[in-house]
């Protein structure tokens, strides 16, 4: 059940993710990050984490029965303008989250296939891969993985801007509308491109390349940023665009206080108020 701006009720974003007890990731980022663009943020806890900036300590999975349930209950009552996916842990819970997209006609759809933490913690068990391209890839409206899951995804190591182009062509065969591959990790010391494929067309989306030790929690900001511009009604592509744009003010304001914990800290996406 879409809600607009037109129909006079507040645009309202849900993130399907799971919980980050530093604050700094997943459902605390998402919600964050709604905020900032004057969206209002709900949630379905797909599971509980203990970690903080040095690490992951701990996981658990929340039922995927329940997961379904707080889907349903914010569809059925509040509404969701758009919708987007972190951490999903399990095939179980890969599989509960696509039907309930399916049954609740939860769109636009923002997919960031999380498989591991900014620290290397493994976040989606290996047998989740093949569930989430037959099941939840195909009602994506926005694709947003980084270039290890991209690769993943693809079946193939990505490493560079060809094998980012070759993981776009496959990965958009499979129904997303638009492809956004991060290529933050790529060896370029000055700039940070990544790779946007919408309409059969692939563009290369540079930037400026920011010096920071502190950025955990980018790519559950952008997919969020993402999430929140659909909700307003911005084009897939732009959204994608403007969402990039966000991220690295985020970065910078995260790296201007010196970062929180001994390890590596959050970037703040309430950099600046309500996002333009």
């Known amino acids: 059940m879409p809600v607009s701006a037109a129909a006079g009720r507040r645009l309202v974003a849900l993130t399907i993710a799971g919980t980050d007890s530093g604050g700094g990731a997943g459902v605390a980022a998402d919600l964050k990050t709604f905020e900032a663009h004057g969206v209002w943020g709900t949630c379905a806890v797909t599971a509980v984490t203990a970690q903080n900036t040095l690490g992951l300590q701990a996981w658990e999975p929340v039922r995927p029965e329940l997961v379904r349930a707080q889907i349903e209950s914010v569809v059925k009552d509040i509404g969701v303008s758009a919708a987007k996916t972190g951490m999903l842990g399990s095939f179980e819970l890969v599989e509960a989250v696509a039907d309930a997209v399916r049954d609740f006609r939860v769109q636009p759809l923002v997919v960031d296939p999380v498989m591991f933490s900014s620290h290397g913690d493994e976040l989606l068990a290996g047998d989740a891969l093949e569930t989430l391209w037959l099941q939840l890839l195909p009602r994506a409206t926005v694709l947003v993985p980084n270039m290890d899951e991209a690769g993943a995804l693809a079946g193939f190591p990505v490493g560079d801007r060809g094998t980012m182009e070759e993981a776009g062509r496959v990965l958009s065969g499979v129904g997303p509308q638009v492809i956004f591959i991060t290529g933050g990790h790529l060896p370029d010391a000055d700039h940070s491109p990544d790779l946007l494929v919408a309409n059969g067309t692939m563009t290369w989306i540079d930037g400026a390349r920011i010096p920071a030790r502190h950025t955990h929690g980018t790519g559950c900001v952008l997919s969020a940023a993402i999430c929140a511009e ?47």
């Open 230 to 276: 659909l909700a307003r009604g911005m084009d897939p592509a732009d959204a994608c665009i403007a969402a990039k744009r966000f991220v690295g003010r985020a970065i910078a304001a995260g790296e201007a206080v010196g970062g929180l914990g001994a390890g590596v800290g959050p970037v703040d996406p309430g950099w600046g108020g309500l996002a333009g």
